[in-house]
T-cell receptor
């Protein structure tokens, strides 16, 4: 159990460029979540996968955002035509259980800066 | 919709002082409640949780009791240490009605403990 891994840890990009982040969940965790955290705020839910199926998307996830989880293992989050307002920490979390006792394990996040 | 409200920070205490961080929630179902901690430069870690009314979660000297009547989950510690300096997030997860178990976070409270 090596924990949730996210790559890269930091990304600086120019406005209008596309970026892609990767998340490797804890092995055998079939539930995967993406969150966004801006400075001074708590994380906000973006999207949820159960195995390879994307079952819920937040209204925060505009059409410039897309997430995938092929084969139910790692996941990618792509942002097209980045804007300065996309600058934030993008967090991935995974969980194995369902129900009241479920615990989500978080990665260290990818910090995106759009200049 | 579901929401979490935390007391605003920063909270600055001297070592060995008593800590309370207030958290109240609004939920339509019967959520589980969590406290997560984020140390400088690290990812979110689960500190403690409670899954039903009157449950008390505890870990590392921290405690919080699930109070349904006051919709609260206040975090307490009897004697804080410098190493407790971090950002603390209150969160809820509602698995009812096919919910995905996503977490709804408060805005976070920064705790600074001085020697």
């Amino acid at each position: 159990d090596t924990g949730v891994s996210q790559d890269p840890r930091h990304k600086i990009t120019k406005r209008g460029q596309n970026v892609t982040f990767r998340c490797d969940p804890i092995s055998e965790h079939n539930r995967l979540y993406w969150y966004r955290q801006t400075l001074g705020q708590g994380p906000e839910f973006l999207t949820y996968f159960q195995n390879e199926a994307q079952l819920e998307k937040s209204r925060l996830l505009s059409d410039r955002f897309s997430a995938e989880r092929p084969k139910g293992s790692f996941s990618t989050l792509e942002i097209q035509r980045t804007e300065q307002g996309d600058s934030a920490m993008y967090l991935c979390a995974s969980s194995r259980k369902r129900g009241a006792d479920a615990e989500a394990f978080f990665g260290q996040g990818t910090r995106l800066t759009v200049v | 919709g579901n929401s979490v409200t935390q007391m605003e920070g920063p909270v600055t205490l001297s070592e060995e002082a008593f800590l309370t961080i207030n958290c109240t929630y609004t939920a339509t179902g019967y959520p589980s409640l969590f406290w997560y901690v984020q140390y400088p430069g690290e990812g979110l870690q689960l500190l403690l949780k409670a899954t039903k009314a009157d449950d008390k979660g505890s870990n590392k000297g921290f405690e919080a009791t699930y109070r349904k009547e006051t919709t609260s989950f206040h975090l307490e510690k009897g004697s804080v240490q410098v190493s407790d300096s971090a950002v603390y997030f209150c969160a809820l997860s509602d698995w009812g009605s096919g919910n995905t178990g996503k977490l709804i976070f408060g805005q976070g409270t920064t705790l600074q403990v001085k020697p």
